[in-house]
């Protein structure tokens, strides 16, 4: 089972970003899939998520108001644009899935993604 993440980079501040994470082995239709980043030095901070039906998100207030989290379960695929972008977003983006639930700390998250770079000039 693997979460493949993409779409990071070089990105201006003020710009977008966006993000999406491919899942393989086994269907993850039914399971909250969601986003975290991880500035190196500091604790993982959850950034979105996204229910079983895609009914339902949820975001973090730093970024709430200018992202967007989709899912696409006939490709199990999940994705994040992020508008507006700060330095402050420049961060390892990771994403996870869990079964049942997901909760802003992580716990809940069975599977991890290996990660994506998204770094902001300003």
């Given amino acids: 089972v693997q979460l493949q993440a993409s779409g990071g980079g ?11 994470c491919a899942a393989s082995g086994r269907t993850f239709s039914g399971y ?16 979105a998520r996204i229910s079983g039906s895609g009914g339902r998100t949820y975001f973090a207030d730093s970024v709430k108001g200018r992202s967007f989290i ?9 994705y994040l644009q992020m508008n507006s972008l700060k330095p402050d977003d420049a961060a390892v983006y990771y994403c996870a899935g869990g079964r049942f639930w997901m909760s802003n700390s992580g716990a809940g998250v069975e599977y991890w993604g290996q990660g994506t770079l998204v770094t902001v000039s300003s």
Avoid at 10 to 20: D, H, I, N, T, Y
């Fill in 10 to 20: 070089l990105l201006q501040a003020g710009g977008s970003l966006r993000l999406s």
């Fill in 32 to 47: 909250v899939l969601g986003w975290f980043r991880q500035v190196p030095g500091k604790e993982r901070e959850f950034v």
């Fill in 70 to 78: 989709a899912r696409d379960n006939a490709e199990n695929t999940v």
